[in-house]
């Protein structure tokens, strides 16, 4: 059974930053693909960004490129997300996820089969 744990999340004044962290248990985080994804009252799912379970290669939507960071540590089973420069437009509950990269979408979230229970971020002034 997996687990997964995301916190870091909280209110934060734009321009600021958060680290967001997912803890997994009941899965060994080298053999699967992690992404952070994001979903805002009323709005689709988005994705953030994908950590490859391989060489753990990352990707990262448009919008997040040079102010938010995924890493991870499979010792640790613990995967992090370095948000920087926040915005607004960035408020949403925010959801780790593992997928086995057979049918997913780092962009959408499908496919990813285990899900955390997500953590907010609000960005305002």
């Known amino acids: 059974q997996v687990q997964l744990v995301e916190s870091g999340g909280g209110l934060v004044q734009p321009g600021g930053s958060l680290r967001l962290s997912c803890a997994a248990s009941g899965v060994s985080l080298h053999n699967y693909a992690v992404g952070w994804f994001r979903q805002a009252p009323g709005k689709e799912r988005e994705g953030v960004s994908c950590?490859?379970?391989?060489?753990?290669?990352?990707w990262y939507a448009d919008s997040m490129k040079g102010r938010f960071t995924i890493s991870k540590d499979n010792a640790k089973n613990t995967v992090w997300l370095q948000m920087n420069s926040l915005k607004p437009e960035d408020t949403a509950v925010y959801y780790c996820a593992t997928s086995s990269g057979l049918g997913s979408s780092c962009q959408t979230g499908n496919g990813f089969a285990s899900w955390g229970q997500g953590t907010q971020v609000t960005v305002s002034s």
């Open positions: 950590i490859g379970s391989g060489r753990g290669l990352p």
